[in-house]
């Protein structure tokens, strides 16, 4: 599985419009009325809106005695011969008035206050970062998960260092106390214990015409929304599922990235010297289907995989051409590598592994009908089974995306439409079932999913309501991500959200995880 206007009152009649040489009329609204307009959004954000209501109410009332009009506009012209006045500094022999700060030689006094130096601005580089509590529970009762599907508390520390030779160190930490899991080590590659390395790497550029990116760092290209064809780099889908911030659906990569810039087009060229693979689902958060148990699993049967670890062997290329033609992006795309889940298992010992993957794409993005449409198409050679015979494999596969989002300014400011429709198409389907026999679910042939994003904000812009659905005709399942966000001050945001899956099918991409709907809060407060 696989990167959003304030609410304001409503216009002034024609009655209410500024006459000049008259006083505008102030027009009282009841800060109950202008609550009423914020239907959908919570409580206490109507009693702010409300309250900002009843003071712009006030200000506009304090305002309303006519303001006077500059000098020589509005009344009678006085009679002067007198040429007009020149701008200071022009017409006469007084030297011009130089800035604050510039030929005043006065020294603070001995003893004055001078204004406290913040703690960050002392230190030799730059520091941001957040500090956020997340917590989150599932809608029902799961045999193989415990009740709550998320319990932590994470600081995140960003620092960057830039040097005026071009080199630039990045370093990006996440301290993590995970509630949800009984142990604490440290697990790098997969994302969990007291310590998350999200970023560590150096970019420096050594000509006018390259970049390079060298180290731990998150990476990503195509066109999807929260759909990927082409971007064959690591996911986290634990963290997307249970509810965690949207950001670690990205999870880093070990590699080394070459950026070239020319007239004809650009080219990213990234070399992974050892195989990074998704942080699957495994059953430690989140149950799913185990073909070879029959039935959903947890952590009563956490998958254990066979890895591919050895450096400069198992390794990973992955490259990009794109140029702009006319307002449109166009792109190609190739991958050699590995499957990033574990789609296939071993005959002999039943163990989930990773096999051989090549793939190849292109995309194009760009304005279309006051919205901005993409396509993205790709093909997945299964390069260990090209003819389709090995159940244990998976296909060759042809996956199409076609998405399209518009701003709705006609029918309400700041509310954004997404679609996207989505092809998966098994290319030797007949020799695959001809030799999948029962041990293995039945599956179409072809894989239909449609999605639907819409988002509004509300409160100037601080309160954001979206919802993400995905939903599978051919599987018979959904999957929708409702999520509501406020920015409380420049500092603290609030945050409340679900993860909700229908099913038919224990087997499907989606019914799979019915019993892990969950719902989730958080608070991040960031500096």
């Known amino acids: 599985m696989p990167r959003r206007t304030p609410f304001e009152p409503a216009a002034e009649a024609a009655g209410d419009v500024p006459v000049a040489g008259r006083a505008p009329r102030c027009r009282w609204t009841s800060p109950t009325v202008a609550a009423t307009g914020l239907a959908g959004a919570s409580a206490g954000a109507s009693a702010i809106a409300a309250t900002l ?23 009678a012209p006085e009679t002067s011969t007198a040429e007009p006045a020149l701008p200071a500094g022009l017409g006469n022999s007084a030297e011009p008035v130089l ?8 020294k603070p006094e001995k003893g004055q206050a001078q204004p406290p130096e913040a703690p960050a601005d002392r230190l030799p580089f730059d520091l941001t970062g957040f500090w956020e509590l ?20 994470r600081l995140q520390l960003e620092l960057e260092k830039a040097f005026e030779e071009g080199l630039a160190l990045h370093l990006t930490t996440d301290l993590l106390y995970d509630m949800s899991l009984n142990e604490h080590r440290v697990f790098m590659e997969e994302g969990r214990g007291l310590f998350d390395l999200r970023e560590a790497y150096a970019a420096f550029r050594p000509t006018d015409f390259m970049d390079v990116k060298v180290g731990r760092q ?21 963290s997307f599922l249970i509810g965690r911030d949207v950001e670690y659906l990205k999870a880093p990569s070990d590699a080394v990235k070459v950026s070239l810039f020319s007239d004809l087009a650009n080219l990213d060229l990234v070399y992974t010297p050892r195989f990074d693979a998704d942080r699957y689902i495994d059953g430690r958060y989140t149950s799913y289907y185990n073909p070879l148990l029959g039935r959903r699993a947890g952590q009563d049967a956490i998958s254990d995989p066979s890895e591919r ?13 794109y140029r702009n033609v006319g307002a449109y992006e166009v792109a190609l795309y190739g991958y050699y590598g590995y499957w990033k889940s574990p789609e296939g298992v071993d005959p002999v010992t039943f163990r989930a592994r990773f096999p051989r993957l090549a793939a190849y794409g292109a995309s194009v993005r760009g304005p279309v009908a006051d919205g901005i449409g993409n396509v993205e198409v790709a093909y997945y050679d299964s390069m260990e089974d090209r003819s389709g015979n090995d159940p244990f494999t998976p296909n060759n596969q042809f996956r199409l995306l076609v998405g399209y989002s518009r701003d709705l300014e006609e029918i309400a400011r700041d509310f954004t439409v997404g679609v996207q429709y989505y092809l998966e198409m ?37 309160l954001d309501l979206s919802l993400f659905a995905f939903f599978s005709p051919t599987d018979a399942d959904a999957y929708m991500r409702p999520r509501l966000s406020y920015k409380v001050t420049d500092h603290w945001r609030v945050e409340t959200g679900a993860n909700v899956f229908f099913g038919n099918h224990k087997h499907t991409f989606f019914g799979q995880f019915e019993d892990n709907s969950n719902l989730y809060f958080a608070a991040r407060y960031s500096f």
């Open 426 to 462: 098994r290319m030797d389907h007949d020799a695959w079932e001809a030799t999948r026999g029962g041990l293995l679910p039945d599956e179409n042939r072809e894989r239909h999913m449609v999605t639907l994003r819409l988002t509004k904000l509300l409160l100037s812009q601080n």
């Open 134 to 153: 997340r917590g989150g529970f599932r809608l029902q009762e799961d045999d193989h998960e415990p009740d709550h599907s998320l319990g932590e508390t």
């Open 218 to 238: 998150v990476l990503t290209w195509g066109t999807g929304d929260l759909w990927f064809l082409n971007d064959l780099f690591p996911k986290d889908w634990n």
């Open 309 to 321: 670890d050895d450096w400069f062997n198992e390794d990973e290329f992955a490259a990009r051409a």
């Open 99 to 106: 800035p604050p700060g510039l030929g005043d030689t006065a």
């Open 53 to 75: 209501l009843l003071v712009v109410a006030l200000v506009a009332c304090a305002a309303a005695e006519e303001p006077p009009l500059p000098e020589g506009l509005g009344g």
